[in-house]
């Protein structure tokens, strides 16, 4: 990996920041790591105007090929775009999944006509997607599920259950992961197919987070009818679908996050707060616990490029995305660990409460940054796959 940048990618983070500058009000302005706090119908509809206009300028999925909506962009200038999002405390986009996980899969894995049909409305959000993987009995061991899918004439029939659905409350499709053939051992009898979210026998409920968000939800399907054109890939073989889209999962949950950016809110907050009748910022220990989370910030930083080197050889991400997934999950969760120690009894306060340091947001932010060590696969899943997929472990 070559760290430094051509004059292509610096043109295109000039173009970007300079569109940014242009088009993004200051009073538009939200810290990126900011999702985990409740999200109204109002603050939906602003995310979702923002984006069209985003993808309007031609900025969404911006790797993505061109005959596919995508700009065509390299994986560096990925990186660019997502530090430069970050830097301007761009609000995030909607239809996350559609662009990170779906979109990638049915490019890779879908027929001409799936492509055309699907892939466009991802970028545009005309349609939002959310991903029923996990179960009430198999989270990390997802292999396991049972919701069934059974065959009549053109149709599959499904019944069952999907739960921590994560923006199904807007969703307009699934991906599911169904049990098509029962008999066969657990990884064998697994299909991937689209499912209409408006289809008669689908019901979603709201599930509230120990921050107060409802972002995901539990799904019932009972007798829902799925056309068989909605497949992709074989019957049957559809675990292998779902590690591709897994794996852009991954890789995407590390790459998306400069929390660089939090160490230097970190240095701030302790500028704010006294510690025996003095600035935090003046004990010593406190600066290097922060130095120290800039250092492990900007060695995430280097640790993504080099795992796009793998992608820039034209290789779909690998079980290395599982390290930076690891890693950015569990420094964000130190680090918002580490400003309740800064913020000591004012760590109590609720989001907003009167003489709340920071309108109180730490407090969210530590409670709903434990949900990043599980969504996408548990930490100790990860620490699993990284021993056995890329260090080659011994299994005992
Ligand atoms: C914010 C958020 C959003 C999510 N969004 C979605 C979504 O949109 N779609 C979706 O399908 N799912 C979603 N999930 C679900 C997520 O993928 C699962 O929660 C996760 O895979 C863990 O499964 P589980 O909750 O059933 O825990 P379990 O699998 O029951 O695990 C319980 C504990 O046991 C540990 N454990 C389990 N197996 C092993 C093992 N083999 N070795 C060591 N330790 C083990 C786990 O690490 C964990 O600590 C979301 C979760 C969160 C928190």
């Given amino acids: 990996m070559d760290f430094n940048l051509s004059s292509e990618d610096e043109a295109f983070r000039r173009e970007l920041r300079d569109w940014l500058d242009a088009n993004l009000p200051e009073s538009e302005r939200i810290p990126p790591v900011d999702f985990m706090f409740e999200e109204n119908a109002e603050q939906w509809q602003r995310r979702l105007r923002w984006h069209k206009k985003m993808h309007a300028a031609g900025w969404v999925g911006i790797s993505w090929p061109k005959e596919y909506g995508g700009r065509g962009a390299s994986l560096i200038q990925q990186l660019i775009f997502a530090e430069e999002m970050s830097r301007a405390c761009a609000p995030r986009l909607v239809n996350t999944m559609g662009i990170m996980m779906v979109g990638p899969t049915l490019i890779h894995w879908g027929t001409?006509?799936?492509?055309?049909?699907?892939?466009?409305?991802?970028?545009?959000?005309?349609?939002?997607?959310?991903?029923?993987?996990?179960?009430?009995?198999?989270?990390?061991?997802?292999?396991?599920?049972?919701?069934?899918?059974v065959e009549e004439g053109d149709y599959f029939i499904v019944n069952g259950s999907k739960v921590w659905t994560s923006d199904a409350q807007h969703a307009d499709y699934c991906i599911l992961l169904v049990r098509t053939d029962p008999s066969a051992p657990k990884h064998k009898g697994i299909s991937y197919i689209l499912v209409d979210m408006h289809s008669p026998g689908v019901t979603v409920r709201p599930l509230v987070q120990m921050t107060g968000a409802s972002g995901f939800n539990q799904v019932f399907f009972e007798d829902v009818k799925v056309p068989k054109k909605n497949l992709i890939g074989e019957?049957?073989?559809?675990?292998?679908?779902?590690?591709?889209?897994?794996?852009?999962?991954?890789?995407?949950?590390?790459?998306?996050r400069d929390l660089s950016a939090t160490a230097r809110e970190l240095a701030r907050l302790a500028r704010q707060i006294e510690i025996n009748g003095r600035s935090a910022w003046e004990n010593s220990s406190v600066r290097q616990r922060i130095a120290q989370f800039a250092t492990e910030a900007a060695a995430l930083k280097h640790t993504v490029a080099r795992q796009l080197t793998r992608r820039l050889r034209g290789q779909q991400p690998g079980p290395e995305g599982s390290i930076t997934k690891?890693?950015?999950?569990?420094?964000?969760?130190?680090?918002?660990?580490?400003?309740?120690?800064?913020?000591?009894?004012?760590?109590?306060?609720?989001?907003?409460?009167?003489?709340?340091?920071?309108?109180?947001?730490?407090?969210?932010?530590?409670?709903?940054?434990r949900a990043l060590t599980i969504a996408g696969g548990t930490s100790e899943i990860m620490r699993n796959i990284i021993g056995d997929r890329v260090l080659r472990l011994p299994r005992d």
Avoid at 241 to 250: N, P
């Fill in 112 to 149: 001409e006509e799936q492509k055309k049909r699907y892939v466009p409305k991802i970028l545009s959000a005309e349609e939002i997607w959310s991903q029923g993987y996990s179960e009430p009995n198999s989270g990390s061991d997802v292999a396991s599920l049972q919701t069934r899918a």
């Fill in 326 to 369: 690891l890693f950015a999950s569990e420094l964000n969760l130190r680090m918002n660990y580490f400003a309740m120690e800064l913020l000591g009894p004012y760590g109590q306060l609720s989001y907003r409460a009167p003489g709340a340091i920071d309108e109180g947001k730490w407090s969210v932010r530590m409670l709903g940054s």
């Fill in 235 to 256: 019957k049957n073989r559809g675990w292998d679908v779902a590690i591709t889209t897994l794996m852009f999962e991954r890789s995407g949950v590390g790459e998306n």
